[in-house]
């Protein structure tokens, strides 16, 4: 009868070529532990805030939602009947983590949708607690919230144009709406639009509007320098025509999940191609014409809102207000021409978009300078005649008398029978009538009379304090989940863990003193010959001691064993 110890190792010879192999792509456990670290560092960038409370017991709140299109997918046709559904940012992550979701971005008066009869009861709610159980979790068929709102936003589809959103394909800067209507009310309950479907313009028109030709640029002398500048260009590239979608190739908004551009505009771009990031701004799309430039409003009511309360019409083109836009590109252009004046101001050749830094040059430079700053050298008395005695300071706005209307001193509203959009500036609250009879207007959208505050969850702990069970790295999870159980159970799991530990180091000990690489086949030996007896792990640990006595003897087929030796990594 065979040796069961030369049988073992007869065995084992085998698994040192697969093992030598394997190294190549083999890591230490503190190599494992970094990278894991690394990704969780990610991850918390991405996913900044905690996700373990769900936010119905807040209330109607103005916070970030999302429409879940694997537990609720919107019909095909527009028209078909639909129940629509939003659910908060940790429920996002914890309920639906796995699932599409659309980000929908700021919903004002909104309560949390999940666990309620919106979604199916398959779709339980993971974060709050069951009524009928007193447990955390499996939350179905609950009452929705009957002052929710919902859009069109819910079912993937934005602006007037009704398109579904495709986060890989949209590339232009889209602008949310006021919103100072529901959908029931005639508005467009906080939508977001395409700047060339705000003057009028259909996409495919829009898209003609800004296609530049195909250039053959193997026509082109490469050797004939343009203004004593010689400029490199591929032979072999072609520009192609700007897509239908592209109305800004550097901006767009948050993904179905991206970021917000200057407060009211989204940067879509979140996988711009490295070829294209270097390009100038001078060759990014126009924004349509009549659409105003992005520094010179901080929101706008979309036409379908200014519709449904008329009231607001007179507001365009008075202080803090800029004039309308309508939904027509040809009475754009006319407004355009006639606002348009012979200006002696030089023209900016360096660049097509006025940036903000140039307006506070200018102001800067209209302004006569003061005395240089005063050296230690100079004469005291010298330099205080230098300054001016009066110095005029801004004034508070005085308070409007209750009884004086403001609207009756604004010109009329305009007569068009075209829809328009109004933009507004940053203080255009500042200009608002308050008097008795308008305040009961404004009163209905408290978002004209002072700015909302969106909710945001506690930013996730990165390490530090005491982290929730749903947040921090998998160690404090771990560790936050272990201090919430049962004393008895936290202390058998203790003793298995400790159990294992032990056991595992005997088996890796070997593989640390000669430096080799621990195998895939190594693993799964020991775990088949792991019954939880000292003789089974012994055995393990045996055998690849032997093999690697054998490898280091020269036996195994000669030479023809790998005899590298891996960094230890315990």
Known sequence: MADPQTSNMSQSRPRSKSMSQASESS??????????????????????????????????????????????????????????????????????????????????????????????????????????????????????????????????????????????????????????????????????????????????????????????????????????????????????????????????RPSIVTSIAAGNGIDGNNTAADADGDEDEDDEPPLPPGFPNEDDFDTFICYKCVEAFPWIKKYAGTPGFLPPVYFSATLNTKAAEASTAPVSKPVNSESKKRKASDDDEESVNSIPMGPPKRQKSEDLATTLSSVPETVTLPLTPKKQDSNICKLSTLPPAPTSTTPFTIFLKQDFRDHLCHCTTCFPLLKAHTQLIEEEDTYEPPISEDGEGAPS?????????????????????????????????????????????????????????????????????????????????????????GNSGDNRREQSGY
């Open 27 to 252: 890591q230490t456990a503190a190599e494992y532990i970094k990278e894991q670290l690394s990704l969780e560092v990610e991850a918390r960038e991405a996913l900044p805030y905690q996700f373990d409370t769900c936010t119905r017991d807040l209330g109607a709140i103005r916070q970030s939602l999302f429409s879940c299109l694997t537990c609720n997918p919107p019909p095909e046709e527009p028209s078909e009947a639909y129940t629509p559904a939003g659910v908060c940012y940790s429920c996002s992550i914890s309920c639906h983590g796995e699932h599409t979701l659309v980000e929908l971005f700021a919903k004002r008066s909104f309560v949390c949708d999940c666990g309620t009869t919106r979604l199916p009861e398959a779709s339980a709610c993971t974060l709050r607690v069951n009524s009928k159980t007193g447990q955390k979790g499996d939350v179905t068929g609950e009452e929705p919230a009957a002052g929710n709102h919902y859009n069109q936003n819910f079912r993937n589809r934005f602006c007037g144009c009704n398109e579904q959103y495709d986060p890989h394909q949209e590339k232009g800067t889209m602008f949310q709406c006021l919103g100072l209507g529901t959908v029931e009310d005639g508005g467009c309950g906080e939508d977001w639009w395409h700047p060339e479907c705000v003057v009028g313009l259909s996409r495919e028109e829009y898209k003609k509007s800004i296609e530049k030709p195909k250039i053959d640029k193997t026509k082109e002398s490469p050797n004939k320098p343009a203004n004593g500048i010689t400029k490199e260009v591929s032979v072999t590239r072609e520009e192609e025509p700007v897509d239908v979608l592209d109305v800004h190739s550097s901006a767009r």
């Open 469 to 557: 069970a749903g947040t921090g790295s998998i160690y404090d999870r771990g560790e936050a989940a272990f201090s919430t159980m049962d004393r008895a159970r936290a202390i058998q799991g203790a003793m298995a863990y400790a159990h294992l530990k032990d056991n595992l180091k005997t088996f890796l000990q070997p593989f640390a003193e000669s430096g080799q690489a621990v195998g895939a086949e190594d693993i799964k030996a020991y775990f088949e010959k792991l019954r939880g007896d000292e003789k089974g792990i012994k055995e393990a640990a045996g055998s690849a001691a032997q093999s690697n006595r054998k490898n280091d003897d020269g036996e195994n087929g």
